[in-house]
């Protein structure tokens, strides 16, 4: 019965029966839109492996490619995949410069009052890395005092302030400075390089880069902030509702068949335990 519901559901989000016609009039429909002009915009960050990255010219990654699965059901549209720094898609998407955040965005309370997300794509835990060797980082605890790096404008930024000043509360000192990239990878070069002492990101993230570079990096073995995900976001506006409903449907088909637990072990060489539905934000 559930199968059922849920593959009538999908192919109603489709357009194929009008399920959403009925309460929004028939111009303020963004799947509709988008099937008409044949082509959905796609805001993405290729700067966030394994999620999404360039490769040979192309953006490719696991979410990219969940991503490129769930939009071939919609047949005869293109799909224009933007590569942006992560701080101007949210404000993009605010605007209708595009039609969705396909890329790796934490669910947050601030971002819920603005847009609305998908059902979980990954596991967005914060973690600290440093670099190989260094004993003097062995627990969070020890970024008192350290220059930490991670991205402008990232719910990992928020985490580590919020942690700095926890910190601060405990002892009488935080973290001496954190330090703002455009993306993680250019903390990673200054992490490699000495400039920074530590870097804070999802531990999902961090996997592929120790495989690549274990003599480079290790991980501190202690999460810090609240159990966070990554999904994908549109915005928080009725005429959303459909292409909300059309790509939540696609990832549960994902998880179904077991093609989203595939691409996981593909990409990050483990799978995660995602829930079906998107959570209260934990901060």
């Not at 400075?177 to 993680?184: A, G, M, V």
């Given at each position: 019965m559930f199968l059922k519901l849920a593959r009538t559901r999908f192919f109603l989000a489709l357009g194929m029966a009008g399920a959403f016609s009925g309460s929004l009039p028939a111009h303020a429909d963004l799947l509709s839109d988008i099937q008409q002009k044949h082509e959905i915009t796609v805001a993405?960050?290729?700067?966030?492996?394994?999620?999404?990255f360039v490769q040979d010219g192309k953006i490719v990654g696991y979410g990219t490619e969940m991503?490129?699965?769930?939009?071939?059901?919609?047949?005869?549209?293109?799909?224009?995949?933007?590569?942006?720094?992560?701080?101007g898609i949210m404000p993009g998407l605010t605007a209708k410069k595009w039609d969705l955040g396909g890329t790796s965005i934490?669910?947050?309370?601030?971002?819920?009052?603005?847009?609305?997300?998908?059902?979980?794509?990954?596991?967005?835990?914060v973690v600290v890395l440093k670099r190989k060797g260094d004993t003097t980082i062995t627990r969070a605890e020890d970024l008192v005092g350290k220059t930490v790096g991670t991205e402008a404008g990232s719910a990992q930024l928020q985490i580590i302030h919020?942690?700095?000043?926890?910190?601060?509360?405990?002892?009488?000192?935080?973290?001496?400075?954190?330090?703002?990239?455009?993306?993680?990878?250019?903390?990673?070069?200054?992490?490699?390089a000495g400039r920074i002492q530590a870097v804070v990101q999802a531990?999902?993230?961090l996997g592929p880069l120790l495989k690549a570079r274990p003599d480079t990096f290790e991980i501190v073995n202690q999460t810090i902030g609240p159990k966070t995900y990554y999904a994908w976001a549109v915005r928080n506006e009725p005429d959303t509702?459909?292409?909300?409903?059309?790509?939540?449907?696609?990832?549960?088909?994902?998880?179904?068949?077991g093609k989203m637990a595939e691409l996981q072990r593909q990409w990050f060489g483990f799978t995660m335990d995602l829930p079906d539905t998107s959570p209260t934000p934990a901060m």
């Open positions: 993405t960050e290729a700067r966030f492996a394994p999620y999404e991503l490129h699965m769930i939009l071939a059901k919609l047949p005869g549209v293109k799909v224009n995949q933007l590569d942006l720094p992560f701080q934490v669910i947050t309370k601030a971002r819920s009052e603005h847009f609305a997300f998908t059902i979980p794509v990954g596991d967005a835990t919020t942690y700095s000043d926890e910190l601060q509360k405990q002892g009488g000192k935080g973290v001496a400075q954190i330090k703002e990239y455009t993306d993680f990878d250019g903390a990673y070069a200054d992490l490699a531990i999902s993230n509702a459909s292409l909300r409903e059309f790509l939540n449907q696609g990832l549960l088909e994902l998880k179904r068949s």
